[in-house]
């Protein structure tokens, strides 16, 4: 079993930037592979970043490609998103997501791919 709590959300002018952690606890992080996705009201979860367990993977939707960043530091069981030239359209409740992988470089972002989800970070984004 994995616990995951997101962070660092709040409110925030457009154009202003934000990060956003999860942090893990209960397994070795590294062994997780991780997302984040975020629901909007009305809207299904929609995915925004992944990262390999290893951290040398990265994908991005193309909504934010650009302009989100993910990383994680595993000796700190943490993940983030460093999200900047944030839009009123980024209003939304982020989660972090994590699988347990066993290979590397296998990449992922659907929801169903998830096994542990955080109970979410709201972030808005004022204009």
């Known amino acids: 079993q994995v616990q995951l709590v997101e962070s660092g959300g709040g409110l925030v002018q457009a154009g202003g930037s934000l990060r956003v952690s999860c942090a893990a606890s209960?397994?070795?992080?590294?062994?997780?592979?991780m997302g984040w996705f975020r629901q909007a009201p009305g809207k299904e979860r929609e995915f925004v970043a992944f990262?390999?367990?290893?951290?040398?993977?990265?994908k991005y939707a193309d909504r934010v490609k650009g302009r989100f960043t993910i990383s994680r530091d595993n000796e700190k069981n943490t993940g983030y998103l460093q999200m900047s030239s944030l839009k009123p359209d980024d209003t939304a409740v982020y989660y972090c997501?994590?699988?347990?992988?066993?290979?590397?470089?296998?990449?992922?972002?659907?929801?169903?791919?998830?096994?542990?989800w955080g109970q979410g970070t709201q972030v808005t984004v004022s204009s």
């Open positions: 997501a994590v699988r347990r992988t066993y290979i590397d470089y296998s990449m992922y972002d659907a929801p169903s791919e998830f096994n542990y």
């Open positions: 209960g397994r070795t992080f590294s062994s997780y592979a």
């Open positions: 990262i390999s367990r290893s951290g040398g993977s990265t």
